[in-house]
């Protein structure tokens, strides 16, 4: 149980350009959704809180017009990064609360590796 | 600020020991904590959590101490296997509601080596 699938697994994109990324929650509902951002030897570090019907929550520092933050429904959340540029290449990870469960506990996807030329 | 450290950002063991990750925090507010491994170009796949109300949580191979009042947090493995060498990340939360809720602070990591 507990499975998060994203898609695409990777992307190559041009300047300018805008790349969707999609995160589901194959075997549960998930109420909240979180977007990760890693850059090469470093830590995982939050986005943006996405909560089903409502507006994302973003952290300190990321520009919520760029990166476009949507949870339409209880299985699907997407972002969207708008206008890339090559410093926007990195690896994206999704994860997701399942609400049954007691912990706190977040599952991944796999994450998307982003190359922005 | 680093509010979850994890110092050590390697470690080298033997096949069939013990593998001991460590992790310290420093906000009062955590009272929830998670180990997570990762392989390169993967997410993070969920291993064992503690609450702060328990000290130990046992699964399997793997245990997690909890020591509130040195606000460090150890992950155990034992014995040891060369398919645990990855990334071991610890995290931590703070069930307090608000914008926080729910949230995981993550430490920087710790490469796993288990040579056989």
């Known amino acids: 149980g507990a499975v998060v699938s994203q898609h695409p697994s990777r992307v190559i994109c041009k300047s300018g350009t805008s790349v969707k990324i999609e995160c589901r929650s194959l075997d549960f509902q998930a109420t909240t959704m979180f977007w990760y951002r890693q850059f090469p030897k470093q830590s995982l570090m939050l986005m943006a809180t996405?909560?089903?019907?409502?507006?994302?929550?973003?952290e300190q520092g990321v520009e919520k017009d760029k990166f476009l933050i949507n949870h339409a429904s209880l299985t699907l959340s997407t972002l969207t990064v708008t206008s890339a540029h090559p410093e926007d290449s990195s690896f994206y990870i999704c994860s997701a609360r399942d609400p049954i469960r007691v912990g706190y506990e977040q599952y991944f996807g796999p994450g998307t590796r982003l190359t922005v030329t | 600020d680093q509010q979850v450290k994890q110092n050590s950002p390697s470690l080298s063991v033997q096949e069939g020991r013990i593998s001991i990750l460590n992790c310290d925090y420093t906000?009062?507010?955590?009272?929830?904590f998670l180990w997570y491994k990762k392989y390169p170009a993967e997410g993070p796949t969920f291993l064992i959590s503690i609450s702060s109300i328990k000290d130990k949580n046992e699964d399997g191979r793997f245990t997690v101490f909890l020591n509130k009042s040195a606000k460090h947090l150890s992950l155990h493995i034992v014995p040891s296997q060369p398919g645990d060498s990855a990334v071991y990340f610890c995290?931590?939360?703070?069930?307090?509601?608000?914008?926080?809720?729910?949230?995981?602070?993550f430490g920087q990591g710790t490469i796993l080596t288990v040579h056989p």
């Open positions: 995290a931590a939360s703070a069930r307090a509601g608000g914008t926080s809720y729910g949230k995981l602070t």
């Open positions: 906000n009062s507010m955590f009272d929830y």
């Open positions: 996405s909560n089903e019907g409502s507006k994302a929550t973003y």
